[in-house]
């Protein structure tokens, strides 16, 4: 979720209320597009991080310093000469835009009191920042825009600062039930795109959250929706302006596990099914959501290439595996080939020479058969012939149900390590299972890494995830195949439980018993953990095998994660895990 007008008031707030009033101590700028700005609030000091970053801009409170280059760039130096210790008088924001005004007194070289003020317009790549001074004229911007990059608005020193309405919205603020009806219908699109385009401030993910708050089907064009639909979603709307006004915002990110999914300065009741984390503040939602959501996309960057080669072994092995398929269905002709050496030898004792074909009766069913010969060979050499073309037919049909064996269990084991690179989230897990598909030959083998012998580097450090259900028990999960082994063959007892997705990729998950009665619901959560850390993550129900630990067995020279069973129970859950605590170990 980028930054909206609603996340973007919120944070003013916060602002306003924290440095109102303070000194700007020191201005630095680490980036080209982005300043960091020391204030002192009397015994306090607080660093604002502002960012005009295409892809990610920003502004918070920040505890986080950057070292400054040794020569500053200009614009740096400009706002030093302008606004540095100088007073915070407000911080505002223009109605629900997303941009945030500093407004600044200082003394200027005679020692007259005039005001400056520093914009930061968040607004994806027309992010930027600029100083401007009392009669709303531009004095300089970490960006210039030329009339030849922008048609709508040129933000150089000497123009005039103003807020280009490039789409006409309607007020949150000011809008009536029948401007916003109007709004909405006008639109030949989906409710959904009609609100977020309609009114300022609200962003895809608000908007949706409204219609969810709302009931009403986000699909349905506006313009087909009943009209008490319509009334109950400008209810839902008034309310967040009242949320507004009033400033009772409650921020909060939704995870997926670990994972932040989104952020928000209201609750999103559409993610119910998914964990929410409240935060005091705006700033740290931003400081954690995207340093964190950074740590997940340089996970997903940095397992891009061992995706790229799993991929790559797994679909050269099930083309393999067809052609193997189709080898073995040519083999099923092999008794055939039998048969007519047998019925050869029985009846062909009287055929005259250069017959090109044998009439007989197949004693085992009575019918007749045509068997083909060659007229260049006697019977017992035609005879022969066949017998021999059985043999490698048979020969042929048992090397191929190994080696189609083989490919399964290849095809398995790669499918596993795929969903183990899915459900990566930290770089020893990749260490892990970079040194896994070492092992399988998938990867060339490093002379430093035969020194350090397989994942020894990662395993010592890099510890399964370990819940806490419900009623306190212990449930461990694998990351990958070596952790999964790990679990069931060395970390298990006999008397625990041990809990995998039936027939799917997916991790080994272990109940740890400590010689306890366990309840049902400890089982059910299991479940769901073996079924949320699985490839069937995505859907509803899935099915998930269970058993004592005592039967799990793995077969000699069998690859990392594989094991067998012959009896076990079965359940079905969701792979809802909200219900359960992540130990900090893990």
């Known amino acids: 979720m980028a930054l909206d007008g609603i996340t973007t008031a919120a944070l003013t707030a916060e602002l306003s209320r924290k440095l109102t009033g303070g000194r700007l101590a020191k201005i630095a700028q680490p980036e080209p597009d982005e300043l960091l700005l020391t204030i002192k609030q009397g015994s306090e000091q607080f660093l604002l991080k502002l960012s005009a970053n295409a892809s990610l801009p920003y502004a918070a409170l920040t505890g986080q310093r950057k070292a400054a280059p040794m020569t500053a760039p200009n614009f740096c130096m400009f706002l030093r000469k302008h606004i540095q210790n100088g007073r915070l ?42 100083l401007v001074n009392e009669a709303g004229m ?3 911007s970490i960006k210039h825009i030329s009339a030849m990059v922008s048609s709508v608005r040129e933000v150089l020193p000497g123009k005039e600062y103003f807020i280009p309405e490039t789409v006409k919205k309607l007020d949150l603020f000011s809008m009536s039930p029948g401007d916003f009806r109007t709004a909405l219908t006008d639109k030949p699109v989906d409710v959904l795109k009609a609100l977020y385009t309609s009114v300022t401030g609200l962003s895809p993910v608000m908007a949706s959250e409204l219609i969810y708050r709302a009931g009403i089907d986000p699909d349905i064009p506006a313009r087909d929706q009943s009209e008490e639909a319509l009334d109950r979603l400008y209810d839902k709307v008034s309310k967040l302006k009242a949320i507004i006004e009033a400033g009772d915002f409650s921020p909060n990110i939704i995870y997926d596990g670990r994972q932040p999914v989104e952020f928000s300065v209201v609750p999103l009741f559409q993610y119910h099914e998914l964990d929410t984390r409240s935060f005091d503040s705006v700033s740290e939602v931003l400081n954690t959501f995207y340093s964190e959501r950074d740590v997940y996309t340089r996970i997903r960057q940095k397992s891009s290439d061992l995706r790229r080669i799993v991929q790559t072994h797994l679909e050269r092995n099930v083309k393999k595996l067809d052609l ?13 080939y039998r048969l007519w050496g047998e019925l050869i030898n029985t009846w062909g004792y009287n055929l005259p020479p250069g017959s090109r074909v044998l009439n007989a009766v197949n004693y085992y069913n009575n ?19 066949y017998f021999d073309r059985y043999t490698r037919l048979k020969r042929t049909e048992e090397a191929l149900s190994t080696q189609i064996e083989e490919t399964n269990a290849e095809i398995s084991h790669l499918s596993s390590v795929l969903t183990s690179l899915e459900l990566a989230q930290d770089e020893l897990t990749l260490l892990q299972i970079r040194d896994e598909l070492v092992q399988a030959g998938c990867i060339r083998r490093h002379e430093q890494q035969d020194k350090k012998g397989p994942h020894s580097r990662s395993a010592s450090k890099n510890a399964p995830y370990h819940y806490i259900s419900s009623d306190g028990f212990d449930i461990y999960v694998g990351k990958n195949n070596y952790q999964n082994d790990y679990l069931t063959f060395s970390l298990a007892n006999g008397n625990d439980w041990w809990f995998h997705a039936k027939k799917i990729p997916g991790s080994h998950v272990i109940l740890r018993s400590g010689g306890k009665d366990i309840p ?34 793995k077969p000699a020279g069998a690859k990392p994660g594989f094991v067998v069973y012959y009896t076990n129970y079965s359940l079905t859950v969701a792979p809802d895990i909200s219900a359960l605590r992540l130990c900090e170990d893990s």
Not at 325 to 336: P, S
Not at 367 to 385: F, G, Q, T, W, Y
């Open 520 to 553: 049902d619901r400890a089982f059910e959560e299991a479940g769901a953990l073996a079924a949320y850390y699985s490839k069937g993550r995505e859907q509803n129900k899935v099915e998930i095998d269970y058993v004592e630990k005592k039967q799990v067995k």
């Open 89 to 130: 008088i407000s911080i505002t924001q223009p109605g629900l835009e997303r941009i945030i005004r500093f407004e600044t007194e200082h003394l200027d070289e005679l020692g007259d009191i005039c005001r400056k003020t520093l914009i930061i317009e968040l607004m994806g790549k027309h992010s930027n920042i600029i």
């Open 324 to 336: 193997q398929a189709k080898q073995l269905k040519d083999t099923e002709k092999r008794d055939k």
């Open 138 to 140: 531009i004095l300089d």
């Open 367 to 385: 019918e007749p058969v045509a068997i083909p010969l060659d007229e260049a060979l006697s019977p017992a050499e035609n005879a022969r012939k």
